[in-house]
Structure formats: structure tokens, C-alpha cells
């Protein structure tokens, strides 16, 4: 994958002493193989970091019509929503769902009522994911609601079933079980953020 470049003073924190964990998914195969998958992580000292982009996350724990049950046969909508408890500008998103997820549409309303639309997917592809970063940052104020909105395909009649006969799905870490998440990435709003562009290049 190609390397993510911060605006100036913004940046990822790797503790000391960290663990990096990979999640490694694989597809079927008749044959045995072997894992040559690595790594590379560059540090560019010339972004004197000061702002650490943090994540949160909407999950099936903020979801307004749950519990996260995809019946046999039925298409449900999920709609989650999390709440801006501080004034941030946020830099990414990254919605993510598995194989019979058909669409994703995720927006804020600031207070007074002002809809900012965040991203729309509105054919999911579980092989085409990943983080979105905004051309510029966006400025949401304290007590805004980021809403996430998730549909979920589990009849026959979707080519993307891994069942057949469908079967009901619930939360799991394997493909063929669903999730509900919406990572989204910020830094504490600071004065002129709103003018920030992220850069579009993207070196490997």
C-alpha cells in the first residue's frame, strides 16, 4: 500500500516497545502455500509532529436499532451515531463491513442542525476498502453527531451470500460473520485548521 502523508505537525504515535499486530486474510486455495507478507515503516524527521491523530469508532455498542442480527432472508439497516464530545477536525474515515454489506452513507450534524455529508458507499465491495482522508480537515464543534447508516444483504438472491441457504449472521471476526464499524480519525481542533489540505500524494 502506498504511504500516508500528514499536513505539517500532525502525525501517528508508535510508542516504545509497541506491538504491531496484522490481520492477515487470505483466500481459499486447493494448493499449500507460504506467507511472504512484510512490513516497512519509514519515520520522516523533517514533520516535527506536535497532533496525534486519534480514532474512535462507531460500533454495534452505539447502535440506535440494534442488537447486530442479520436474520436468514432479510435485508436490515443498521444506524449507529456518536457524539463529538470536544472540538475536532477530522482527518479520515474508514466504514467497514463484510461480505453481504451492500452500502454505507455516514454524515455529521453540527449543532443547529447543519448536515455535513461524510462519505457514500453506495455499493459496498469487501475487496476495495479502506481509510478516506478529507482534501481538507473538517471542523466539527463540540456535541456533534456523527450518524452511520449499514445495509446488510442476507437473502439467496445476493451473489456475495457466502451461505446457501442463507443463515443468520452475527458479529465475528471471520469473513463470512458481519461487522458494524466506522473508524474515524481526528485531531483537536486548533484555529485555521479548516484551510489544512491533506496532500493528495501518495508515495510508496
Same mark, same amino acid.
Given at each position: ?115 455535513? &455529508?461524510?462519505? @457514500?458507499? +453506495? $455499493? ?5 476498502? #479502506? ?5 481538507? *480537515?473538517?471542523? %466539527? ?19 456475495? &451470500?457466502?451461505? @446457501?441457504? +442463507? $443463515? ?5 471476526? #471471520? ?5 458494524? *464499524?466506522?473508524? %474515524? ?20
Amino acid at each position: 500500500a502506498a504511504a500516508k502523508y500528514f499536513p505539517a505537525n500532525i502525525g501517528k504515535q508508535l510508542p516504545a516497545g509497541a506491538d504491531v499486530l496484522v490481520q492477515m486474510h487470505y483466500a481459499p486455495s486447493s494448493l499449500p502455500e507460504l506467507d511472504s507478507s512484510s512490513i516497512n515503516i519509514f519515520y520522516d524527521r523533517s514533520n516535527q509532529v506536535t497532533r496525534l491523530e486519534q480514532i474512535a469508532q462507531i460500533s454495534p455498542l452505539n447502535l440506535m436499532n440494534g442488537p447486530f442480527v442479520i436474520p436468514a432472508n432479510q435485508v436490515r439497516t443498521f444506524r449507529g451515531r456518536f457524539r463529538v464530545p470536544s472540538e475536532v477536525s477530522l482527518l479520515s474515515i474508514f466504514p467497514h463491513s463484510h461480505l453481504i454489506g451492500t452500502d454505507w452513507k455516514v454524515y455529521a450534524v453540527r449543532p443547529g442542525n447543519d448536515t455535513v &455529508n461524510l462519505i @457514500n458507499i +453506495p $455499493q459496498w465491495d469487501f475487496n476495495w476498502q #479502506g481509510f478516506y482522508y478529507f482534501p481538507r *480537515l473538517i471542523r %466539527l464543534p463540540a456535541n456533534t453527531w456523527i450518524y452511520a447508516e449499514a445495509t446488510y444483504d442476507n437473502r439467496a438472491s445476493n451473489p456475495n &451470500n457466502p451461505n @446457501n441457504p +442463507p $443463515q443468520q449472521i452475527t458479529w465475528g471476526e #471471520g469473513t463470512t460473520d458481519e461487522m458494524y *464499524l466506522c473508524y %474515524l480519525g481526528y485531531v483537536p481542533y486548533q484555529a485555521g485548521d479548516e484551510n489544512i489540505a491533506l496532500s493528495s500524494e501518495d508515495r510508496t
